[in-house]
């Protein structure tokens, strides 16, 4: 005779499906976040390689400093915009940071920004450019690559 199977009260069932409804969601969820991250960009140099990490779109750098302890702050009507670029390989970060100086960026209005600041901070590379306070999509030229598509 096979064993006798009871079935879970009604609460709980439905207390079940809605753990495994919000496991799911979470689970979703943590897609969407990890997919809309910011795309990163691996460079290849004389050097070894290294990779765009993320562009940040500010008033001050570093992003996030308050006065006086900010490096430099945008001009009216300008942000800076700031590229972070980490060596892999164990290339030196000196190395990258001289390759970077004939770096630029493109505005979407067709306006180009040579570098302003470039500089190493915390192991990685970070470039800076003054842009106008009205643009917010960029393209990075530099680095021997094809242009770069910053997402910000």
């Known amino acids: 005779m096979p064993p006798r199977r009871h079935k879970a009260p009604g609460w709980l ?3 079940c499906l809605l753990l ?3 496991l799911v969601l979470a689970a979703l969820l943590a897609g969407c976040a990890s997919s ?3 795309p990163m960009v691996e460079v290849v140099t004389p050097f070894g390689r290294a990779m765009i990490e993320e562009a940040q779109l500010g008033e001050r750098f570093p992003p996030g400093c308050a006065d006086p302890d900010c490096r430099l702050s945008a001009a009216q009507g300008q942000k800076l915009l700031v590229v972070w670029v980490a060596a892999l390989d164990q290339m030196p970060v000196d190395q990258l940071l001289a390759y970077s100086q004939g770096a ?3 505005a979407s209005d067709g306006s180009t920004t040579r570098l302003t600041s470039s500089g190493v901070e915390a192991g990685r590379l970070y ?3 003054s842009v106008g306070q009205a ?3 960029f393209t990075l030229f530099g680095f021997d690559i094809l242009p770069v598509d910053l997402q910000l």
């Open 13 to 15: 069932r439905r207390a």
């Open 135 to 137: 643009t917010s999509q």
């Open 104 to 106: 630029f960026v493109a």
């Open 127 to 129: 470039l800076v450019f």
């Open 36 to 38: 809309s991250s910011k």
């Open 20 to 22: 495994a409804a919000g």
